[in-house]
């Protein structure tokens, strides 16, 4: 037995001399019994590579099921909100526009929005890594690359956060479309869509969401390598969790300009133009607020603690700005209305959308209830003020409400607020923020995104008109799109 034991010994012992002490370093290649041992040492065999990691299936069908969740928002969820807002004559027209919008911006993110969007580029947008989404797949081996999520070592399949970022993109755009509702050329709403999308909805998306994932902040020198080639608010450390600069802020502020640049329907401020069908607004505006959980809680890219934080606050922030913006109005008008109603929802989730994710139960509670009196403000004073017709409040409700929750999450971001603070990478650790601090960081987000929107969406908006043409004919407008653009009614009665 010893012999054995000690047979064995010396066998480890000479195996041992040609392994590699250490994983990345390489072992040398055998040597041939006729070449120099100089000529050996200097010609090392290639590592073995690591396996590609597993994405978690959990994590993976969570992700699925938000895109999915998403998708129902525009469609029908959004379509039928903004649809019952408007006369029965252009129901359907509207939702002929935001089901386009989104079947466009689907097939464009595929092309090259996805490339601009999260490859490496520079600060302010992409490269083109991902042309028509190359590279993910593998034929061959039939592997699909993995895209991080916000853990170290966890990932999803890329596909995954392809599809879930298309939505987002999506919907975005489509929601351009309520402030200049009624009297657009269907065609001039492609072409906008198309131009803004592209030099406006991808580089604010590169410049708030774009980074190489947590495994790359493996120390301080890899996290400012890193930095570098993230995007530039990412960076600067601006918080956004599911979309408050990227998605709210962007098009209310690109619906806005459309609003004064368009001009204002026909009869405005003249003639009645109340909602036609207040139950389908209703039904969109409930679809909405189901899918907003894929969009928020879809956001964390886990299914983990994370996401129902989100989720959470989806819920309860939503339904606090219900309650104060039936209040604000029983008070000043004298009636609860459902449109007010459902109105505060939308208001509630716009605001609550850049934090749910960053901050506890009670800041969440604040923004909801906060959102549903600051945006009725904005739909009813603001909008006066203004003088633009906003005809589905785009801005009053989407440009305000994001802009009140993007800076709000620098406040209940904090410990002292209840919030969650931020993860330092490199140290894997939860750090603290300071209120003052990340308000100012949250306001450089905010003003460059309503900046580069405003100009972006002007300049695409002349384009449109110097090339096809706003606006449609009067008579085409009195008429209705439904019958005039598009040949069909939302209502055969």
Not at 69 to 74: A, E, T
Not at 104 to 118: P, Q
Not at 307 to 335: D, P, Q, R, S, Y
Request: glycine fraction near 12%; hydrophobic fraction near 55%.
């Amino acid at each position: 037995m010893k012999k054995l034991i000690a047979s064995l010994m010396l066998l480890v012992t000479l195996c041992g001399l040609t392994a590699p002490v250490f994983a990345e370093e390489a072992a040398p290649a055998p040597a041939a019994t006729t070449a120099p041992a100089a000529a050996v040492a200097a010609a090392p065999a290639a590592p073995v590579a690591a396996p590609a990691p597993v994405p978690n299936k959990g994590d993976t069908s969570w992700m699925l099921t938000a895109t999915l969740l998403v998708i129902m928002m525009s469609i029908p969820g959004l379509a039928l909100f903004y649809g019952g807002l408007v006369r029965s004559k252009n129901m359907l027209s509207m939702l002929m526009q935001v089901f386009s919008i989104f079947a466009l911006i689907t097939v464009l993110w595929a092309i090259y929005g996805y490339s601009l969007a999260f490859t490496t580029g520079n600060a302010f947008i992409g490269g083109f890594d991902r042309l028509f989404l190359k590279g993910i797949f593998d034929p061959v081996t039939g592997a699909v690359a993995n895209a991080a999520t916000f853990s170290k070592g966890v990932y999803i399949p890329e596909f995954a956060f392809v599809a879930f970022q298309a939505t987002f993109a999506a919907i975005t755009v489509a929601l351009v479309v309520g402030a200049f509702a009624e009297r657009m050329k269907f065609a001039a709403v492609l072409l906008f869509s198309a131009l803004w999308f592209t030099f406006a909805y991808l580089p604010i998306a590169h410049m708030v969401w774009f980074w190489q994932g947590p495994d790359a902040y493996s120390s301080q020198a890899a996290a400012d390598a890193a930095n570098a080639t993230a995007g530039w608010l990412f960076a600067k450390g601006a918080l956004d969790f599911a979309g408050g600069t990227v998605v709210h802020i962007n098009a209310a502020i690109a619906g806005l300009v459309g609003a004064f640049l368009v001009g204002k329907r026909i009869g405005y401020g003249k003639e009645a133009m109340a909602p036609h069908n207040l139950v389908m607004t209703m039904i969109g505006a409930s679809l909405l607020w189901v899918g907003w959980f894929g969009f928020n809680a879809g956001s964390a890219l886990e299914a983990g603690g994370t996401a129902t934080l989100a989720f959470a606050n989806t819920l309860i922030a939503t339904a606090a700005a219900v309650l104060t913006w039936l209040a604000a109005e029983w008070l000043l008008k004298g009636k609860p209305s459902l449109l007010g109603a459902a109105s505060g929802a939308v208001a509630g989730l716009v605001a609550i959308t850049p934090a749910c994710g960053w901050v506890g139960i009670g800041g969440g509670l604040v923004i909801g209830a906060l959102s549903g009196v600051v945006c009725f403000w904005g739909v009813t004073g603001l909008k006066k003020l203004l003088g633009a017709d906003d005809a589905l409040d785009v801005f009053g409700i989407h440009g305000i409400g994001g802009i009140l929750g993007a800076l709000l999450t620098g406040v209940f971001n904090t410990w002292s607020m209840g919030g969650t603070g931020i993860v330092d990478y490199v140290n894997n650790t939860i750090v603290d923020t300071t209120i003052s601090s990340q308000v100012w960081i949250q306001a450089q987000a905010v003003l460059t995104t309503v900046i580069w929107s405003g100009v972006v969406a002007f300049v695409c908006y002349k384009i449109v008109d110097l090339t096809i043409g706003l606006r449609v004919k009067e008579e085409d407008e009195r008429e209705g799109l439904d019958t005039a653009t598009h040949g069909e009614r939302a209502y055969n009665l």
